[in-house]
């Protein structure tokens, strides 16, 4: 009789020890800390947990946005400058999803511009995981998918962005 319920005891701890874990997160875009989108111009950084943004840019004595360079070669009059923007909560899981499905569904564009011009880098942060998707050359960065047309056109609410 102790046999029996020693093998029914090992029994139930095997099958209970083989089942896989269940993914729990069913809005895998929601599961996020910072969201980083990065043109050739500035860069916008959104933490979920902050009710402001940082948007950094630099801009020559015109005022015109310049691509991102070392210090060493930047000009003396240029300004390296910083902005709180601010989002709503609504606005920024939108942006997560967007986002989120830029990086696990990439669009592939065969589009080629010169100078490497079209350049973004979108990003989003877990904590303990970064997912990352770039697109380098391939002109105006908000046409190549439906998603980064739509971060762009969320983004150009609050403040100025370059397409390129």
Do not use: H
């Not at 029914?8 to 599961?31: A, D, G, H, M």
């Not at 630099?58 to 000009?75: L, W």
């Not at 606005?91 to 967007?98: F, G, Q, T, V």
């Amino acid at each position: 009789m102790s046999g029996i319920k020693l093998l029914l005891l090992s029994l139930i701890l095997c099958t209970s020890c083989s089942k896989k874990q269940k993914n729990t997160v069913r809005e895998p875009y929601r599961n996020w800390g910072t969201l980083e989108i990065k043109t050739r111009y500035q860069t916008l950084t959104i933490s979920k947990f902050s009710d402001s943004a940082e948007y950094y840019y630099i801009t020559d004595s015109k005022g015109e946005f310049k691509t991102f360079t070392e210090p060493k070669y930047q000009a003396e009059n240029d300004k390296q400058e910083k902005k709180k923007i601010f989002f709503t909560k609504a606005e920024k899981d939108s942006l997560s999803k967007y986002i989120y499905e830029s990086v696990t569904q990439p669009k592939f564009t065969n589009v080629l511009a010169t100078d490497y011009v079209g350049n973004v880098v979108l990003k989003l942060d877990t904590g303990n995981m970064n997912l990352v998707c770039e697109y380098y050359s391939v002109g105006d960065w908000t046409t190549v998918s439906e998603n980064t047309k739509k971060i762009y056109d969320l983004i150009s609410k609050k403040i100025k962005i370059s397409k390129q």
